[in-house]
């Protein structure tokens, strides 16, 4: 699967790689095209998945604060109910094309 923004792939993985948490896809963070991603300064608490990191992304020029977001230190609790660790896996918003 993909993820575009403004004609830009953001990440690219086969759909067996990726985990869907809550409706929105989380794509492996080797899958990423690390270079368009700044961190953002949002801060954002999951009350069972933790802390957030949201990121700033470039795509077409132009640069969309927060974009997309990842846990990079899940709570171990949400392990179980994912199916998964997903530590650092991005999701991104739904302006984002999700697609294979």
Not at 23 to 31: D, V
Not at 67 to 77: G, I, Q
Request: glycine fraction near 8%; charge should be negative.
């Amino acid at each position: 699967m993909k993820a575009i923004h403004n004609d830009t792939v953001l990440a690219d993985a086969p759909t067996t790689d990726l985990v869907k948490i809550e409706g929105n896809w989380y794509f492996p963070p080797s899958s990423i095209a690390s270079d368009l991603f700044t961190e953002s300064p949002t801060a954002y608490t999951c009350g069972w998945k933790g802390e957030a990191q949201y990121w700033t992304v470039t795509s077409g020029g132009e640069s969309q604060k927060d974009l997309a977001w990842s846990y990079p230190v899940p709570y171990p609790a949400s392990f179980g109910r994912v199916g998964q660790d997903y530590s650092g896996y991005v999701a991104f918003d739904r302006s984002v094309s999700i697609s294979e």
